[in-house]
């Protein structure tokens, strides 16, 4: 009877462990503005030198909303890769957006014809 407790307290003890080990991740998640003071533009492919993203990362998109828009096709590197907004994305226009970043490949392009294709995409893990 006591090794069934000792089993119970061992699952509880390693349950616990485990969130608070995922609330320090948390805890230390970073935010980033995409392209620093540039914001979400063209030639981004240097920006993330020396930034160590994980996940529950904020990023942030600034951008003028008359001049760009985004779209985050997370996991999706067909999509990225041609340039192709799938159906029933979202395409933001703020001018402000966040995204927490997720496991896997994280996506974003521009929606506007020809600015993808121009280079305003950046993919990350």
């Known amino acids: 009877m006591s090794n069934g407790r000792s089993n119970n307290a061992m699952v509880a003890s390693m349950l616990l462990f485990s969130m608070f080990i ?11 503005t995409v392209g620093d003071e540039n914001g979400w533009t063209y030639n981004l492919a240097g920006w993330t030198q020396g930034k ?3 996940n529950g990362d904020k990023v942030v998109f ?6 760009h828009d985004m779209v985050a096709v997370i996991g999706d590197k067909y999509a990225y890769d041609k340039c192709i907004t799938p159906p029933e994305t979202i395409v933001y226009n703020t001018g402000n957006d966040e995204f927490l970043l997720s496991g896997g490949v994280n996506y974003f392009i521009s929606n506007i014809p020809r ?10 893990p």
């Open 62 to 67: 600034k951008y003028s909303p008359r001049k």
């Open 52 to 54: 160590h993203f994980k």
């Open 22 to 32: 995922f609330y320090l991740e948390m805890v230390h998640a970073e935010t980033y």
């Open 115 to 124: 600015q993808c294709e121009a280079g305003l995409k950046r993919g990350w």
